[in-house]
Protein backbone atom coordinates (compact mmCIF):
# COMPACT_ATOMS: atom_id res chain seq x y z
CA UNK A 1 0.00 0.00 0.00
CA UNK A 2 1.34 3.28 -0.67
CA UNK A 3 -0.34 7.02 -0.17
CA UNK A 4 0.26 8.91 -3.58
CA UNK A 5 -0.04 12.37 -3.95
CA UNK A 6 -2.45 13.34 -7.00
CA UNK A 7 -1.42 16.24 -8.99
CA UNK A 8 -2.90 18.53 -11.45
CA UNK A 9 -0.96 17.57 -14.51
CA UNK A 10 0.15 19.66 -17.39
CA UNK A 11 -3.08 21.90 -18.18
CA UNK A 12 -1.72 23.64 -21.71
CA UNK A 13 -2.38 27.47 -21.70
CA UNK A 14 -3.81 27.79 -18.54
CA UNK A 15 -1.60 29.17 -15.59
CA UNK A 16 -4.68 29.16 -13.18
CA UNK A 17 -7.91 27.11 -13.29
CA UNK A 18 -10.59 26.85 -11.03
CA UNK A 19 -12.06 24.12 -9.44
CA UNK A 20 -15.90 23.72 -10.41
CA UNK A 21 -16.83 20.21 -9.17
CA UNK A 22 -15.72 17.13 -7.18
CA UNK A 23 -16.44 14.61 -8.41
CA UNK A 24 -15.25 11.77 -5.52
CA UNK A 25 -14.78 12.09 -1.95
CA UNK A 26 -12.85 10.56 0.95
CA UNK A 27 -13.43 6.67 0.72
CA UNK A 28 -14.50 6.75 -2.53
CA UNK A 29 -13.16 3.38 -4.90
CA UNK A 30 -11.77 4.73 -8.23
CA UNK A 31 -10.29 3.47 -11.02
CA UNK A 32 -7.61 4.08 -13.09
CA UNK A 33 -8.50 7.08 -15.48
CA UNK A 34 -11.13 7.92 -13.77
CA UNK A 35 -12.24 11.57 -13.50
CA UNK A 36 -11.34 13.49 -10.25
CA UNK A 37 -12.41 17.03 -10.54
CA UNK A 38 -13.68 19.38 -13.52
CA UNK A 39 -11.30 22.99 -13.45
CA UNK A 40 -12.46 25.68 -15.73
CA UNK A 41 -10.85 28.69 -17.02
CA UNK A 42 -12.55 31.85 -19.00
CA UNK A 43 -12.63 29.55 -21.71
CA UNK A 44 -13.21 26.04 -21.14
CA UNK A 45 -13.62 23.54 -18.60
CA UNK A 46 -11.80 19.98 -18.29
CA UNK A 47 -11.63 16.99 -16.25
CA UNK A 48 -9.02 15.93 -14.13
CA UNK A 49 -8.32 11.71 -14.38
CA UNK A 50 -6.54 10.00 -11.65
CA UNK A 51 -3.35 7.87 -12.92
CA UNK A 52 -3.84 5.55 -10.52
CA UNK A 53 -7.03 3.16 -9.08
CA UNK A 54 -6.55 3.23 -5.24
CA UNK A 55 -8.99 4.68 -2.17
CA UNK A 56 -9.38 8.62 -1.88
CA UNK A 57 -8.07 9.54 1.75
CA UNK A 58 -8.06 13.57 1.77
CA UNK A 59 -9.31 15.80 -0.76
CA UNK A 60 -6.39 18.81 -1.01
CA UNK A 61 -8.98 21.00 -2.92
CA UNK A 62 -12.27 22.38 -2.54
CA UNK A 63 -15.05 24.10 -4.73
CA UNK A 64 -13.77 27.58 -6.09
CA UNK A 65 -10.15 27.13 -4.95
CA UNK A 66 -7.63 28.07 -7.76
CA UNK A 67 -5.09 25.16 -9.12
CA UNK A 68 -2.50 25.12 -11.35
CA UNK A 69 0.05 22.57 -12.94
CA UNK A 70 1.05 20.49 -10.18
CA UNK A 71 -1.02 21.58 -7.27
CA UNK A 72 -2.07 18.90 -4.71
CA UNK A 73 -5.71 17.70 -5.92
CA UNK A 74 -5.86 14.46 -3.53
CA UNK A 75 -4.20 12.07 -1.38
CA UNK A 76 -4.71 7.95 -3.12
CA UNK A 77 -4.21 4.78 -1.63
CA UNK A 78 -3.00 2.71 -3.82
CA UNK A 79 -2.02 -1.14 -3.87
CA UNK A 80 -0.69 -0.19 -7.33
CA UNK A 81 2.45 0.87 -6.99
CA UNK A 82 4.65 -2.02 -8.57
CA UNK A 83 2.32 -0.15 -11.40
CA UNK A 84 3.40 3.27 -10.87
CA UNK A 85 5.42 4.17 -14.14
CA UNK A 86 9.13 5.88 -13.90
CA UNK A 87 8.77 9.62 -13.63
CA UNK A 88 8.05 11.22 -17.11
CA UNK A 89 10.13 13.74 -18.49
CA UNK A 90 7.83 16.78 -18.25
CA UNK A 91 5.98 17.03 -14.59
CA UNK A 92 5.74 14.52 -11.71
CA UNK A 93 2.39 14.73 -10.98
CA UNK A 94 2.19 11.92 -8.75
CA UNK A 95 4.19 11.33 -5.86
CA UNK A 96 4.49 8.68 -3.46
CA UNK A 97 4.13 10.02 -0.61
CA UNK A 98 4.33 7.57 1.97
CA UNK A 99 5.14 3.68 0.56
CA UNK A 100 6.56 0.90 3.15
CA UNK A 101 9.12 0.00 1.08
CA UNK A 102 9.84 2.25 -2.68
CA UNK A 103 9.64 5.66 -3.49
CA UNK A 104 8.40 6.80 -6.77
CA UNK A 105 6.58 8.84 -8.99
CA UNK A 106 4.62 9.33 -11.96
CA UNK A 107 3.24 11.41 -15.05
CA UNK A 108 -0.86 11.53 -14.48
CA UNK A 109 -2.16 10.68 -18.00
CA UNK A 110 -3.70 14.47 -19.86
CA UNK A 111 -6.72 16.19 -18.47
CA UNK A 112 -9.28 14.87 -20.75
CA UNK A 113 -10.06 17.33 -23.51
CA UNK A 114 -11.45 20.43 -23.06
CA UNK A 115 -14.75 19.25 -24.67
CA UNK A 116 -16.70 22.69 -23.78
CA UNK A 117 -16.90 26.64 -23.99
CA UNK A 118 -17.33 28.18 -20.44
CA UNK A 119 -19.70 31.13 -21.91
CA UNK A 120 -22.64 28.74 -22.70
CA UNK A 121 -24.56 28.92 -26.17
CA UNK A 122 -28.46 29.51 -25.40
CA UNK A 123 -28.80 26.19 -26.28
CA UNK A 124 -26.16 24.55 -24.24
CA UNK A 125 -25.89 24.30 -20.49
CA UNK A 126 -23.10 24.31 -18.09
CA UNK A 127 -22.38 20.94 -17.37
CA UNK A 128 -18.80 19.13 -17.22
CA UNK A 129 -18.17 16.72 -19.56
CA UNK A 130 -18.88 13.59 -17.08
CA UNK A 131 -22.10 14.82 -16.53
CA UNK A 132 -23.27 15.38 -19.88
CA UNK A 133 -21.97 11.37 -20.83
CA UNK A 134 -24.22 10.63 -17.94
CA UNK A 135 -27.07 12.43 -19.07
CA UNK A 136 -26.54 10.93 -22.72
CA UNK A 137 -26.55 7.60 -21.20
CA UNK A 138 -29.60 8.27 -19.64
CA UNK A 139 -31.17 10.01 -22.94
CA UNK A 140 -31.68 13.15 -20.70
CA UNK A 141 -31.94 15.99 -22.72
CA UNK A 142 -29.46 18.78 -20.57
CA UNK A 143 -30.78 21.66 -21.93
CA UNK A 144 -34.93 21.11 -19.69
CA UNK A 145 -32.33 20.15 -16.81
CA UNK A 146 -32.59 23.41 -14.50
CA UNK A 147 -29.00 23.46 -12.84
CA UNK A 148 -28.40 24.39 -9.58
CA UNK A 149 -24.74 24.49 -9.57
CA UNK A 150 -22.53 27.58 -10.09
CA UNK A 151 -23.73 29.93 -12.67
CA UNK A 152 -26.52 27.66 -12.77
CA UNK A 153 -24.23 24.69 -14.39
CA UNK A 154 -26.14 21.41 -14.03
CA UNK A 155 -24.56 18.87 -11.92
CA UNK A 156 -24.95 15.07 -11.80
CA UNK A 157 -27.38 15.43 -8.76
CA UNK A 158 -29.79 17.53 -11.33
CA UNK A 159 -29.65 15.01 -14.22
CA UNK A 160 -30.65 12.47 -11.28
CA UNK A 161 -33.44 14.13 -9.95
CA UNK A 162 -34.69 15.16 -13.74
CA UNK A 163 -34.14 11.72 -14.72
CA UNK A 164 -36.72 10.66 -11.54
CA UNK A 165 -39.30 13.27 -12.08
CA UNK A 166 -39.74 11.95 -15.85
CA UNK A 167 -39.47 8.17 -14.48
CA UNK A 168 -42.79 9.35 -12.03
CA UNK A 169 -44.55 11.01 -14.45
CA UNK A 170 -44.07 14.93 -12.46
CA UNK A 171 -42.55 16.05 -15.97
CA UNK A 172 -42.27 15.46 -19.47
CA UNK A 173 -39.59 15.57 -21.59
CA UNK A 174 -40.21 18.23 -24.39
CA UNK A 175 -38.37 15.74 -26.61
CA UNK A 176 -41.02 13.33 -25.11
CA UNK A 177 -44.25 15.44 -25.70
CA UNK A 178 -42.85 16.63 -29.32
CA UNK A 179 -42.94 12.75 -30.12
CA UNK A 180 -46.37 12.43 -28.64
CA UNK A 181 -47.24 15.67 -30.84
CA UNK A 182 -45.84 14.47 -33.31
CA UNK A 183 -47.80 10.57 -33.27
CA UNK A 184 -51.10 12.71 -32.66
CA UNK A 185 -50.94 14.84 -35.46
CA UNK A 186 -52.99 13.78 -37.97
CA UNK A 187 -50.73 15.08 -40.94
CA UNK A 188 -47.71 14.02 -39.57
CA UNK A 189 -46.46 17.45 -40.01
CA UNK A 190 -43.95 19.24 -37.75
CA UNK A 191 -39.81 19.12 -36.15
CA UNK A 192 -41.07 17.02 -33.40
CA UNK A 193 -38.48 13.69 -33.21
CA UNK A 194 -35.46 16.38 -33.90
CA UNK A 195 -35.10 16.69 -30.13
CA UNK A 196 -34.48 12.91 -29.87
CA UNK A 197 -32.13 12.75 -33.13
CA UNK A 198 -35.22 11.33 -35.16
CA UNK A 199 -35.25 11.79 -38.83
CA UNK A 200 -38.39 13.90 -39.66
CA UNK A 201 -42.14 12.83 -40.13
CA UNK A 202 -42.15 10.92 -43.86
CA UNK A 203 -44.45 13.64 -45.32
CA UNK A 204 -46.12 12.50 -48.37
CA UNK A 205 -48.97 13.96 -50.64
CA UNK A 206 -51.21 10.66 -50.69
CA UNK A 207 -53.31 12.18 -53.38
CA UNK A 208 -50.44 11.53 -55.77
CA UNK A 209 -51.07 7.84 -55.53
CA UNK A 210 -55.09 7.66 -55.68
CA UNK A 211 -58.06 8.12 -53.73
CA UNK A 212 -58.35 9.41 -50.38
CA UNK A 213 -60.29 10.69 -47.38
CA UNK A 214 -59.32 12.95 -44.20
CA UNK A 215 -60.78 12.65 -41.40
CA UNK A 216 -60.23 14.38 -38.27
CA UNK A 217 -59.16 12.63 -35.43
CA UNK A 218 -61.49 12.14 -32.46
CA UNK A 219 -60.99 13.85 -28.79
CA UNK A 220 -61.01 10.32 -27.09
CA UNK A 221 -57.63 8.72 -29.57
CA UNK A 222 -55.93 11.95 -29.10
CA UNK A 223 -55.75 11.09 -25.32
CA UNK A 224 -55.12 7.95 -25.78
CA UNK A 225 -52.79 8.25 -28.53
CA UNK A 226 -50.71 10.99 -25.99
CA UNK A 227 -50.90 8.60 -23.43
CA UNK A 228 -50.03 5.04 -25.36
CA UNK A 229 -47.20 7.43 -26.83
CA UNK A 230 -45.62 8.59 -23.10
CA UNK A 231 -45.89 4.68 -22.24
CA UNK A 232 -44.49 3.24 -25.16
CA UNK A 233 -41.12 5.26 -25.48
CA UNK A 234 -40.98 5.70 -21.33
CA UNK A 235 -41.17 2.29 -20.17
CA UNK A 236 -39.03 -0.55 -20.79
CA UNK A 237 -41.29 -3.29 -21.10
CA UNK A 238 -41.28 -6.71 -22.24
CA UNK A 239 -43.70 -9.28 -23.23
CA UNK A 240 -44.39 -12.83 -22.39
CA UNK A 241 -46.33 -15.23 -24.09
CA UNK A 242 -47.79 -18.49 -22.59
CA UNK A 243 -50.82 -20.59 -22.97
CA UNK A 244 -53.76 -21.72 -19.99
CA UNK A 245 -54.99 -24.70 -20.70
CA UNK A 246 -59.34 -23.61 -20.51
CA UNK A 247 -61.11 -26.39 -21.44
CA UNK A 248 -62.53 -27.50 -18.04
CA UNK A 249 -63.09 -23.85 -17.06
CA UNK A 250 -65.28 -23.19 -20.74
CA UNK A 251 -67.13 -25.91 -19.95
CA UNK A 252 -67.75 -24.70 -16.19
CA UNK A 253 -68.42 -21.34 -17.67
CA UNK A 254 -70.83 -22.70 -20.56
CA UNK A 255 -72.49 -24.66 -17.76
CA UNK A 256 -73.51 -21.63 -16.02
CA UNK A 257 -74.62 -19.92 -18.40
CA UNK A 258 -76.96 -22.33 -19.28
CA UNK A 259 -77.94 -21.99 -15.74
CA UNK A 260 -78.53 -18.53 -14.82
CA UNK A 261 -80.14 -18.13 -18.73
CA UNK A 262 -83.19 -17.08 -17.26
CA UNK A 263 -81.14 -14.32 -15.01
CA UNK A 264 -79.70 -12.58 -18.30
CA UNK A 265 -76.20 -12.55 -16.92
CA UNK A 266 -73.54 -14.10 -19.59
CA UNK A 267 -70.39 -14.76 -18.46
CA UNK A 268 -67.60 -14.55 -20.41
CA UNK A 269 -64.13 -15.82 -20.42
CA UNK A 270 -62.69 -12.46 -19.22
CA UNK A 271 -64.76 -12.45 -16.06
CA UNK A 272 -62.57 -15.69 -14.85
CA UNK A 273 -59.57 -13.75 -16.24
CA UNK A 274 -60.19 -10.55 -13.49
CA UNK A 275 -60.42 -13.21 -10.79
CA UNK A 276 -57.55 -15.10 -11.92
CA UNK A 277 -55.60 -12.14 -12.50
CA UNK A 278 -56.32 -10.83 -8.71
CA UNK A 279 -54.95 -14.29 -7.74
CA UNK A 280 -51.80 -13.91 -9.69
CA UNK A 281 -51.26 -10.42 -8.29
CA UNK A 282 -51.66 -11.31 -4.77
CA UNK A 283 -49.07 -14.12 -5.22
CA UNK A 284 -46.87 -11.51 -6.88
CA UNK A 285 -47.25 -8.49 -5.45
CA UNK A 286 -44.86 -5.93 -7.54
CA UNK A 287 -47.31 -6.41 -10.76
CA UNK A 288 -50.08 -4.97 -8.53
CA UNK A 289 -48.12 -1.81 -7.99
CA UNK A 290 -46.76 1.52 -9.37
CA UNK A 291 -43.05 3.43 -9.45
CA UNK A 292 -42.99 6.66 -7.15
CA UNK A 293 -39.59 8.25 -7.57
CA UNK A 294 -37.51 5.55 -5.82
CA UNK A 295 -40.42 3.94 -4.10
CA UNK A 296 -42.41 1.07 -5.24
CA UNK A 297 -45.81 1.85 -3.95
CA UNK A 298 -47.59 -1.45 -3.51
CA UNK A 299 -51.45 -1.82 -3.29
CA UNK A 300 -53.35 -3.62 -0.76
CA UNK A 301 -56.64 -3.00 -3.92
CA UNK A 302 -56.98 -5.00 -6.60
CA UNK A 303 -58.77 -2.65 -8.81
CA UNK A 304 -58.93 -4.29 -12.71
CA UNK A 305 -59.40 -2.24 -15.47
CA UNK A 306 -60.02 -3.71 -19.10
CA UNK A 307 -59.92 -2.05 -22.73
CA UNK A 308 -62.85 -1.87 -23.91
CA UNK A 309 -63.30 -1.02 -28.41
CA UNK A 310 -65.95 1.77 -28.35
CA UNK A 311 -67.06 3.62 -31.34
CA UNK A 312 -65.18 6.54 -30.42
CA UNK A 313 -62.06 4.77 -29.25
CA UNK A 314 -60.36 2.93 -26.72
CA UNK A 315 -61.43 3.42 -22.92
CA UNK A 316 -60.25 1.68 -19.86
CA UNK A 317 -63.30 1.29 -17.69
CA UNK A 318 -62.31 0.02 -14.05
CA UNK A 319 -63.82 -2.86 -12.10
CA UNK A 320 -63.22 -1.53 -8.76
CA UNK A 321 -62.17 -4.71 -5.68
CA UNK A 322 -62.42 -7.37 -7.99
CA UNK A 323 -61.20 -9.82 -5.04
CA UNK A 324 -63.90 -8.83 -3.20
CA UNK A 325 -66.79 -9.85 -6.04
CA UNK A 326 -67.82 -13.56 -7.62
CA UNK A 327 -67.68 -14.36 -11.04
CA UNK A 328 -71.55 -13.71 -11.67
CA UNK A 329 -71.34 -9.90 -10.18
CA UNK A 330 -68.03 -9.91 -11.90
CA UNK A 331 -69.70 -10.09 -14.96
CA UNK A 332 -72.47 -7.92 -14.71
CA UNK A 333 -70.59 -4.91 -13.38
CA UNK A 334 -68.18 -5.40 -16.47
CA UNK A 335 -71.38 -5.86 -18.70
CA UNK A 336 -72.46 -2.08 -17.72
CA UNK A 337 -69.22 -0.49 -17.42
CA UNK A 338 -68.69 -2.08 -21.34
CA UNK A 339 -71.94 -0.55 -21.92
CA UNK A 340 -71.38 2.73 -20.40
CA UNK A 341 -68.08 2.96 -22.52
CA UNK A 342 -69.43 2.34 -25.65
CA UNK A 343 -72.27 4.84 -25.06
CA UNK A 344 -69.80 7.53 -23.99
CA UNK A 345 -71.18 7.80 -20.33
CA UNK A 346 -68.12 6.27 -18.32
CA UNK A 347 -67.76 8.80 -15.36
CA UNK A 348 -64.04 10.22 -14.48
CA UNK A 349 -64.24 7.31 -11.59
CA UNK A 350 -65.17 4.26 -13.47
CA UNK A 351 -62.24 5.00 -15.28
CA UNK A 352 -59.42 5.58 -12.89
CA UNK A 353 -57.44 3.50 -10.13
CA UNK A 354 -56.49 0.63 -11.85
CA UNK A 355 -53.74 -1.55 -10.07
CA UNK A 356 -52.93 -3.45 -13.45
CA UNK A 357 -55.23 -4.14 -16.94
CA UNK A 358 -56.12 -6.52 -18.80
CA UNK A 359 -56.60 -6.27 -22.21
CA UNK A 360 -58.42 -9.28 -24.26
CA UNK A 361 -59.22 -9.26 -28.06
CA UNK A 362 -60.91 -13.33 -27.09
CA UNK A 363 -63.94 -11.89 -28.54
CA UNK A 364 -62.11 -11.01 -31.99
CA UNK A 365 -59.57 -13.39 -33.08
CA UNK A 366 -55.53 -13.43 -33.04
CA UNK A 367 -53.25 -15.27 -31.45
CA UNK A 368 -50.86 -13.02 -29.19
CA UNK A 369 -50.27 -9.37 -29.20
CA UNK A 370 -47.78 -7.03 -27.33
CA UNK A 371 -50.52 -4.29 -25.15
CA UNK A 372 -48.67 -1.27 -23.85
CA UNK A 373 -48.80 -0.88 -19.95
CA UNK A 374 -51.14 1.41 -18.78
CA UNK A 375 -48.78 3.83 -16.75
CA UNK A 376 -48.52 4.52 -13.81
CA UNK A 377 -49.40 0.48 -13.18
CA UNK A 378 -46.59 -1.82 -14.38
CA UNK A 379 -48.17 -4.69 -15.78
CA UNK A 380 -50.93 -5.71 -18.21
CA UNK A 381 -52.30 -9.00 -19.69
CA UNK A 382 -53.45 -9.00 -23.16
CA UNK A 383 -55.26 -12.19 -24.06
CA UNK A 384 -56.24 -13.74 -27.48
CA UNK A 385 -59.10 -16.25 -28.56
CA UNK A 386 -58.48 -20.09 -27.47
CA UNK A 387 -58.63 -22.34 -29.86
CA UNK A 388 -58.24 -26.04 -29.24
CA UNK A 389 -54.65 -27.82 -30.16
CA UNK A 390 -53.09 -30.97 -29.56
CA UNK A 391 -51.39 -31.20 -26.51
CA UNK A 392 -49.26 -33.73 -24.95
CA UNK A 393 -49.90 -35.58 -22.25
CA UNK A 394 -47.57 -37.81 -21.99
CA UNK A 395 -48.89 -40.53 -23.62
CA UNK A 396 -50.78 -39.32 -26.58
CA UNK A 397 -51.92 -36.05 -28.56
CA UNK A 398 -55.11 -34.72 -26.63
CA UNK A 399 -57.77 -32.35 -28.20
CA UNK A 400 -57.64 -29.30 -25.67
CA UNK A 401 -58.86 -25.43 -25.28
CA UNK A 402 -55.86 -23.41 -25.08
CA UNK A 403 -56.06 -19.44 -24.06
CA UNK A 404 -53.56 -17.72 -25.40
CA UNK A 405 -51.88 -15.14 -23.33
CA UNK A 406 -49.40 -11.88 -23.37
CA UNK A 407 -48.05 -10.33 -20.56
CA UNK A 408 -46.04 -7.18 -20.60
CA UNK A 409 -44.44 -5.96 -17.91
CA UNK A 410 -42.46 -3.11 -16.73
CA UNK A 411 -38.61 -4.38 -16.46
CA UNK A 412 -37.70 -1.34 -13.83
CA UNK A 413 -40.02 -2.88 -11.66
CA UNK A 414 -40.02 -6.89 -12.69
CA UNK A 415 -37.91 -9.06 -14.37
CA UNK A 416 -38.26 -11.98 -16.49
CA UNK A 417 -38.34 -15.00 -14.39
CA UNK A 418 -41.20 -13.06 -12.04
CA UNK A 419 -43.11 -12.49 -15.16
CA UNK A 420 -43.01 -16.22 -16.50
CA UNK A 421 -43.43 -17.14 -13.25
CA UNK A 422 -46.74 -15.30 -12.92
CA UNK A 423 -48.04 -16.76 -16.12
CA UNK A 424 -47.04 -20.41 -15.13
CA UNK A 425 -49.21 -19.36 -12.07
CA UNK A 426 -52.08 -17.49 -13.66
CA UNK A 427 -52.25 -20.80 -16.17
CA UNK A 428 -52.49 -23.13 -13.45
CA UNK A 429 -55.13 -21.24 -11.97
CA UNK A 430 -57.06 -20.98 -15.17
CA UNK A 431 -56.55 -24.67 -15.39
CA UNK A 432 -58.39 -25.37 -12.12
CA UNK A 433 -59.70 -22.28 -10.52
CA UNK A 434 -60.41 -24.32 -7.45
CA UNK A 435 -56.68 -23.03 -6.59
CA UNK A 436 -58.32 -19.75 -6.21
CA UNK A 437 -59.20 -20.85 -2.89
CA UNK A 438 -55.52 -22.08 -1.47
N1 LIG B 1 -61.56 -16.97 -26.50
C1 LIG B 1 -62.63 -17.36 -27.21
N2 LIG B 1 -63.80 -16.72 -27.18
C2 LIG B 1 -63.91 -15.63 -26.41
C3 LIG B 1 -62.83 -15.17 -25.64
C4 LIG B 1 -61.62 -15.89 -25.70
N3 LIG B 1 -60.55 -15.52 -25.03
N4 LIG B 1 -63.22 -14.08 -24.98
C5 LIG B 1 -64.48 -13.85 -25.32
N5 LIG B 1 -64.88 -14.78 -26.19
C6 LIG B 1 -66.22 -14.92 -26.79
C7 LIG B 1 -67.28 -14.67 -25.78
O1 LIG B 1 -67.57 -15.84 -25.07
C8 LIG B 1 -68.40 -14.25 -26.67
O2 LIG B 1 -68.91 -15.40 -27.30
P1 LIG B 1 -70.49 -15.59 -27.58
O3 LIG B 1 -70.92 -14.38 -28.33
O4 LIG B 1 -70.56 -16.84 -28.34
O5 LIG B 1 -71.11 -15.70 -26.26
C9 LIG B 1 -67.71 -13.43 -27.73
O6 LIG B 1 -66.35 -13.86 -27.72
C10 LIG B 1 -67.76 -11.93 -27.54
O7 LIG B 1 -67.29 -11.61 -26.25
P2 LIG B 1 -67.28 -10.09 -25.80
O8 LIG B 1 -68.62 -9.52 -26.01
O9 LIG B 1 -66.16 -9.41 -26.45
O10 LIG B 1 -67.10 -10.17 -24.25
P3 LIG B 1 -65.81 -10.13 -23.36
O11 LIG B 1 -66.27 -10.18 -21.96
O12 LIG B 1 -64.84 -11.14 -23.76
O13 LIG B 1 -65.18 -8.70 -23.61
C11 LIG B 1 -65.02 -6.33 -23.81
C12 LIG B 1 -65.82 -7.51 -23.24
C13 LIG B 1 -65.71 -5.06 -23.46
C14 LIG B 1 -63.63 -6.34 -23.19
C15 LIG B 1 -64.90 -6.55 -25.33
O14 LIG B 1 -66.17 -6.44 -25.91
C16 LIG B 1 -63.95 -5.59 -26.00
O15 LIG B 1 -64.25 -4.42 -26.21
N6 LIG B 1 -62.79 -6.11 -26.40
C17 LIG B 1 -61.80 -5.34 -27.14
C18 LIG B 1 -60.70 -4.85 -26.21
C19 LIG B 1 -59.66 -4.12 -27.00
O16 LIG B 1 -59.95 -3.35 -27.89
N7 LIG B 1 -58.40 -4.39 -26.69
C20 LIG B 1 -57.33 -3.90 -27.42
C21 LIG B 1 -56.73 -2.73 -26.76
S1 LIG B 1 -55.23 -2.34 -27.50
Redesign the pocket.
Same mark, same amino acid.
Given at each position: MAILEIKVPDIGDFAEVAVIELLVKPGDSIKAEQSLLTVESDKASMEIPSSHAGVVKELRVKLGDKVAEGSVVLLLETADVAAVAPAAANVPATNVVSAPDRSTTSALPAPHQPTEQTQALPHLPHASPSVRKFARELGVPLNEVKGTGGKGRVTLQDVQAFSRSVMAGTVATKAITAVAEQKNSATGEGAAGAALGLIPWPKVDFAKFGPIERKNIGRIQKISAANLTRNAIMIPAVTNHDDADITDLEAFRVQLNKENEKSGT #?V???AFLIKACVAALKQFPQFNSSLDGEQLVLKKYWHIG????TPNG?MVPVLKDADQKGIVQISTE?AEL?KKAREGKLSPAEMTGASFTI??????GGRYFT?IINAPEVAILG?? #??RTEPVWDGKAFQPRLM?PLSLTWDHRVIDGAAAARFNVYLAQILGDMRRVLL
Open positions: #KTMLFAADLMASSLGGIPVC #KSL
